[in-house]
């Protein structure tokens, strides 16, 4: 039911419109204007950039939103990721999508720990992050500026000796993350 490919140049206008969507956005560090000469340069700097993957989610047959890992750190075995439904009318399985993610980091990449940053107020985000057995292990003060005012970042991290052994009962989610 789910799939990941990774984004083409046919999925930019797409991603353009979810990104510059309100519910996605609003929890971004930066944001983005719809301008598809500036969404072709990103693509580009990422198409390059080997410490990054950018997959576009399939639910069926229909793009649904974006996952990516990012600042992937080969030597050390660690990224960061990214993620953002943004065909509202399928965040109901937004909470099933990490698993797959979380599987592929640590299974087949070998990596050995994701962390994430979330910014203040992003409740259901840092409620996910628990549930899947991340650790919430920092909060740095006023750390983003944005609507005109500082926010908090809560800084969460996911061990692969956690997730392989305490859970388990995620681990039949697997799918092909194509790099």
């Known amino acids: 039911m789910l799939r990941f490919t990774k ?3 046919n999925d930019l206008e797409q991603v353009l ?3 510059t969507s309100e519910h996605v956005t609003k929890y ?10 500036n969404q072709r340069k990103w693509f580009d700097s990422i198409s390059k950039d080997n410490k990054q993957c950018h997959w576009m989610i ?5 793009a649904i939103g974006i996952i990516s890992l990012n600042n992937i750190d080969h030597k050390h075995r660690k990224a960061t990721f990214g993620y953002y439904i943004g065909d509202l009318n399928y965040s ?20 050995n720990k994701l962390y994430a940053e979330v910014m203040d107020g992003n409740d259901g985000m840092m409620k996910m992050h628990l549930y899947y057995g991340f650790s919430h292990t920092a909060t740095f003060k006023e750390h983003i500026y944005k609507y005109n005012q500082y926010h908090d970042i809560e800084y969460f991290e996911l061990l692969s000796s ?8 995620f681990h039949k989610h697997k799918a092909e993350f194509i790099l």
């Open 58 to 62: 399939h639910y069926k047959e229909n």
């Open 162 to 169: 956690t997730w392989k052994e305490k859970c388990v009962k």
């Open 7 to 9: 984004i083409t140049e």
């Open 92 to 111: 109901i399985i937004a909470g099933r999508i990490h698993p797959y993610l979380y599987n592929f980091a640590f299974f087949e990449l070998d990596l």
């Open 28 to 37: 971004m560090y930066t944001d983005v204007e719809k301008n598809m000469d």
């Open 17 to 19: 419109e979810w990104r």
